[in-house]
């Protein structure tokens, strides 16, 4: 099946964006059925909000991400999403760090 590059407004900001062949391919080979809605630089904003890195006031409090101990190597869960290169600690190390500083 030939695909064919797609003129589609996104239902954000109203703008008219390409739905690339490429990308109809792409979205195929996925499975996805839908067209996307939004344009691709709305669709990088809602992603930036979903993950809570375009600063405060988005990211719900409760939101924890799974992350494995690098003192005691115990699976836990951190309030903010771990970076590589960025230790995370479970409560108890945690703890036991900053009472041995
Ligand atoms: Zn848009
Ligand atoms: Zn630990």
Same mark, same amino acid.
């Given at each position: 099946?030939?695909?064919e590059d797609k003129s589609l407004q996104c239902s954000d900001c109203g703008a008219t964006f390409t739905?690339?062949?490429e990308e109809?391919?792409?979205f195929q080979t996925k499975g996805y059925t839908n067209e996307p809605k939004r344009c691709p630089a709305c669709r990088e904003a809602r992603k930036?909000?979903?993950y809570g890195n375009s600063g405060s006031g988005y990211r719900s409090p409760r939101?924890?991400? &799974?992350?494995v101990c690098a003192e005691c190597g115990k699976e836990t869960e951190v309030p903010f999403? &771990?970076?590589?290169?960025?230790p995370v600690y479970c409560s108890d190390c945690y703890r036991k760090i900053n009472l041995s500083r």
């Open positions: 099946m030939d695909f739905f690339s062949a109809q391919e792409f930036a909000q979903r939101q924890m991400f &799974p992350a999403e &771990p970076r590589e290169g960025r």
